[in-house]
């Protein structure tokens, strides 16, 4: 079946330095995957829809300066955490829908930020 | 009123039980339906698509209800295994994106 590949999987990081998250779907094509963002026992988040050769699209409130988004290819989307503060720390998970799948979402499997 | 809601829980059910969750949602020209099963600290992974019909998968039977705007999904013969949170996915009519709701909680116990 589809597959996204989500990397690292887990990260600490320093305060004010930045971590960047990759997301690969292994064998289909995404023109559009999402960035979600879950805290302990809350839902997902939507942070950004990551369209391929264009500019992501942002959720309301979330700053696009600080949650660098790349989608230079139609398998990988990255997302940068800049300047990253404590409270950056969650649970950071991608996801794709293959073409014709009908809406089937398939996740990453998410990354674990702690920024101490 | 929110887009797309279900009751957190948690449901507390002894194995062998037969539990059902709700999840409503306030865009009626919704067209897709999911429900995702999430384990502590891992990702959301597909249980099963809701059909206008109903469907059932082994233990596991979802529903769509479109006059009242709800969607269901049973549990029967609860195992250990069960326990999770289990997330209701909609497709808002004409959007690729969706709408998530929080998720409900369920723990099967001995």
């Known amino acids: 079946g589809a597959v996204v590949s989500q990397h690292p999987s887990r990260v600490i990081c320093k305060s004010g330095t930045s971590v960047k998250i990759e997301c690969r779907s292994l064998d289909f094509q995404a023109t559009t995957m999402f960035w979600y963002r879950q805290f302990p026992k809350q839902s997902l988040m939507l942070m950004a829809t990551?369209?391929?050769?264009?500019?992501?699209?942002?959720e309301q409130g979330v700053e696009k300066d600080k949650f660098l988004i790349n989608h230079a290819s139609l398998t990988l989307s990255t997302l940068t955490v800049t300047s990253a503060h404590p409270e950056d720390s969650s649970f950071y998970i991608c996801?794709?829908?293959?073409?014709?799948?009908?809406?089937?979402?398939?996740f990453g499997e998410g990354s674990w930020l702690t920024v101490v | 009123r929110k887009e797309v809601e279900q009751d957190p829980g948690p449901f507390n059910v002894p194995e062998g039980a037969t539990v059902a969750f709700n999840c409503t949602y306030s865009?009626?020209?919704?067209?897709?339906f999911f429900w995702y099963r999430q384990d502590c600290r891992k990702e959301p992974k597909l249980l099963m698509s809701?059909?206008?019909s109903g469907n059932e998968d082994g233990r596991f039977t979802a529903q769509l209800n479109r006059a009242s705007q709800y969607i269901s999904l049973l549990i029967r013969d609860s195992k250990l295994s069960d326990s999770a949170t289990y997330l209701c996915v909609v497709f808002p009519g004409g959007s690729y994106i969706p709408t998530f709701g929080r998720g409900t909680s369920l723990i099967v116990h001995p």
């Open positions: 990551s369209n391929e050769g264009s500019k992501a699209t942002y």
């Open positions: 865009n009626s020209a919704s067209q897709s």
């Open positions: 996801s794709a829908s293959p073409t014709g799948s009908g809406n089937t979402i398939y």
């Open positions: 809701v059909y206008s």
